[in-house]
């Protein structure tokens, strides 16, 4: 079950790229958003998260910081950021806590792999409500970025 806008976001520590712990905790006070995808080094994953890198200073305005989530090791994601020159902060969820808590989860994905990060999006306010909630089940969709951004532009 996904998480509801309104509710408070699960809390998570999760190593970045360059295995620096990230806590939802310290960013209380921040508008975040937070993109689930799949796997690293995959088509759709690349472009989604290279529309995010081109879009990053209108999320700035916004005041809010982007985080990329993904069940691969942080030594996958610091290879995939710098090839594809990504200048927000990737998280690894190597043991698959936090996708689990935020319903962004497939237990078996496909031609038998299991444990991988469904796509999905969340914008957390800086009290750490829920805003935004879209856990999409086909992983060749990609978020509502217009929704994202509209949530965002009521926050501000």
Not at 97 to 103: I, L
Request: glycine share 8%; hydrophobic share 40%.
């Amino acid at each position: 079950m996904s998480l509801q806008i309104g509710q408070t976001a699960p809390g998570f520590s999760l190593p970045d790229s360059d295995l620096k712990e990230t806590n939802l905790s310290d960013c209380k006070g921040k508008n975040l958003v937070l993109l689930f995808f799949p796997a690293a080094f995959t088509g759709v994953c690349t472009k989604e998260l290279c529309q995010t890198r081109d879009e990053l200073s209108y999320y700035n305005g916004l005041n809010a910081t982007v985080f990329g989530i993904s069940v691969d090791l942080p030594f996958s994601l610091a290879k995939f950021k710098e090839l594809n020159n990504y200048n927000f902060t990737l998280l690894s969820d190597f043991n698959k806590d936090a996708s689990r808590a935020y319903g962004a989860f497939y237990e078996n994905w496909i031609k038998g792999l299991k444990g991988v990060s469904k796509r999905a999006s969340f914008v957390i306010d800086k009290e750490g409500i829920v805003r935004h909630a879209e856990v999409l089940e086909d992983a060749g969709s990609y978020p509502n970025f217009e929704a994202i951004k509209d949530v965002l532009s009521k926050l501000k």
